[in-house]
């Protein structure tokens, strides 16, 4: 019975397997920036949304995704969409981040589940 039991289970298991689609492969940090530069010079606040990390940390809050769509014009001013034409990122030495310089503020960029993400901004000191 117990024979019965773990061929059974093996033969399952190996269906589950064949029939699994493949996990599509994760996006180059080429590919993302690619997306989000475009997304920020177009001024594109829904494509913008779905390329952060949410909830989006603002002013000591979470945002979710309609909020943040709300602040995108104080985070992507129009100053800072011209940046984003020209800007060119720059990878962390430690660990696998990027981050844009745009006047006063850096923008940064890295991996959640796998994906690049918009994750956060800081004082450009």
């Known amino acids: 019975m117990k024979l019965l039991l773990t061929i059974a289970i093996s033969v399952l298991a190996l269906n589950l397997a064949v029939g699994a689609e493949p996990k599509p492969q994760a996006k180059s940090f080429e590919a993302f920036w690619t997306e989000f530069k475009a997304a920020v010079t177009s001024n594109n606040k829904e494509a913008i949304a779905g390329l952060t990390k949410l909830p989006y940390g603002f002013e000591a809050k ?18 800072t969409r011209a940046c984003f034409r020209k800007a060119k990122p720059v990878k962390e030495e430690k ?18 589940k796998g994906e690049y993400r918009f994750t956060e901004t800081g004082v450009n000191d």
Do not use: Q
Request: glycine share 8%; with cysteine.
């Open 62 to 79: 979470g945002l979710n995704r309609a909020e943040f769509i709300k602040e995108c014009s104080v985070l992507f001013d129009s100053k």
């Open 95 to 112: 660990g696998d981040s990027y981050s844009v310089f745009c006047g006063e503020t850096i923008f940064i960029f890295a991996r959640v």
